[in-house]
């Protein structure tokens, strides 16, 4: 490519950075479970960490699922139309 | 009140005809200026019927307003107000007459206030919109188009029979409250799931809307499920049944998004999965449920379109949308990431924007209602659609591995209706008030409380670690050229197939038994003849020269007989 300059997330640090922050938001989030006394709605969300448990967890198990149903639904892209050419051609909106 | 007899739809029916008319900068002034004279006149109009007459003893009511319909009124103005403006490069005669057609009777369809009248929209929906399918001129949009078109009017139809049934069972096409009684409450409801794409029948959607034009997409997302959606809260709040419906709706298209490589399909798939939070909340049919399922509705309008415009815009600046063929966008279109990942925001219901305000109170109202598992699974559902629609969608077209494409951000245009959206998505986010007010009911929640925004920030974060952790441990499963086989494999693949082999053995069983008699015919006749062989009888294969000159004389005597007496 002609364009040879830097971007933000071209330098390695800048993603760790950006991981550095996620993964302390996550250890405050967490730790502000034993200091903001919520409302209790349902029985679970009195265990320890339900929220942040159930969406890693939930999270976990969406993809290993979904990596998993790849086995047995994942077809060739012309699957329903072996004879067409798969074609990419933004042909669409005959922009002038 | 100036023009109050004026159903809402007729400005756009007549936009749509002076769009037919006339060319470039002209009609684009009249597109843009339609929508906003309509809301403006809307605004004005108060509740109550506005228009009816009676046809074949029946009244007919095709204006009628209160709260509900208004409400999905205005939204339905801004989405055509921001989709016009997003195509406002485009120069395609066909596309802009059927959009706007479609977004008048998507607008008339929330105001009809019978079911003949309802049909009628419902019908126009199908006509209309399928241009803007066939609108991308490939085979692959026109076969689409063709299977969507198919499924639309099939449901229009079943509402068809359906009403004829409820005009018989109730003596009155009134629509309102329909409830799950007698053939015609089936057959209505099953009209109006299919257009909300319940489970089974949701294939229309995920199979056609990402064949649809750039700009097409996002009128399509606005329009026909929420009009489905307004059908079910008004003619079925509180049904249970809806409630697993809209359960199992926001579950199970997570898992085809998270593996599906067309983005625009894993945008349809989300709108499944947020059409499914509203179905939940007319099912469950408390006042705050009903609240939380319309506000959603319109909620979902705004950062769904806004969604889909930024991918529309990454389709239409780099011609691809396989997010194995995407990435390192950021780059060059910094303007559409910000935007969209605002739209991501919306959509994962972070604090601070749209979808917050809205899904927060169908989860709530789950969760007075009794309905735990449901709960349990809207968490699931709004953890899944953070991860496919907020993560997955910015993530692949704009960060991940750099793909070496350098557009840079689309026309103005674009840009501006997608500020717009994002614009609104924060606005109803920070300041929720605004579309409170506009509800049908007046349940003075408030979903800025620590408890809501502690457990929604936490379970999305946690859901943003499990993302990272799975990439960084290579589980994440990578995009792939691929197509995912899902409900419509039953008709797309299997009843073809069946019908084409029991077709073949059909023709081959009836050759066969028909090549049989003809080679049993044949034998007999050439035993018989055998038999019969020299003797100068009936079946005999050859005649003797005697019996011809016999048989000429016999003619030639009757001819002369007949000469005699006439």
Known sequence: MKNNKKYLFDNPLNVKRILYVLYGTCAVLFALDFVINRKIYHAWENLWGFYPIYGFVGCVILVVVATWMRSFLMRPENYYDPEEEMSNDDNDDRSS | ?????????????????????TRGTLRGAIMVIIPIVSAYHLWMVPEGIHLQFEFLGYQIIPYTADRLSLLFGYIFHIAAFIAIIYALHVRDTMQQVAAMMYAGSGIGAVFAGD??????????????????IFARRTQRSYDAGMRYLIVQVLSGVILLVGALFYAAEHDTLTFGFIGLEGIAGWLIFIAFGIKCAFPMAHNWLTDAYPEATVTGTVFLSAFTTKVAVYALARGYPGTELLIYIGAAMTCFPIFFAVIENDLRRVLAYSLINQVGFMVVGVGIGTALALNGAVSHAFNDVIFKGLLFMSMGAVLHMTGRMNGSDLGGLYK???????????????????????????????????????????????????????????????????????????????????????????CLCIGIGVYPSALYALLPFDTGYNPYDATHVLAQT???????????????????????????????????RLFPAALQRSTSVIVKADGAMRQMFMTKLSHGMAFVARQYDGKNSLFTRAHPAGSMIMWVVVILALYLFLTFIS
């Open chain 2, 332 to 422: 060059t279109m910094p303007k559409t990431t910000i935007l969209c990942i605002v739209g991501a925001a919306s959509i994962s219901a972070f604090p601070l924007f749209s979808g917050f305000v809205s899904k927060s109170m169908v989860m709530s109202a789950a969760l007075e209602n009794g309905n735990d598992w449901v709960w349990l699974m809207l968490l699931f559902a709004s953890a899944g659609v953070f991860h496919h629609a907020g993560i997955k969608i910015p993530y692949f077209a704009f960060f991940a591995h750099d793909s070496g494409i350098r557009a840079s951000d689309p026309p103005t245009n674009m840009l501006v209706a997608m500020f717009i959206a994002a």
């Open chain 2, 1 to 21: 009140m100036w023009m109050l007899e004026i159903p809402p739809f007729v400005p756009f029916f007549v936009g749509a005809l002076i769009a037919a008319v």
């Open chain 2, 115 to 132: 079911l003949l009248s309802l049909f009628i929209f419902w019908e126009l929906l199908a006509l209309t919109s399928v241009f803007l």
């Open chain 2, 458 to 492: 936490q379970l999305l974060f946690f859901s943003a670690l499990a993302f990272v952790w799975l990439n960084l441990k290579g589980m994440y499963p990578p995009e792939l050229h691929s197509t995912n086989l899902d409900a419509d494999w039953f008709y797309r």
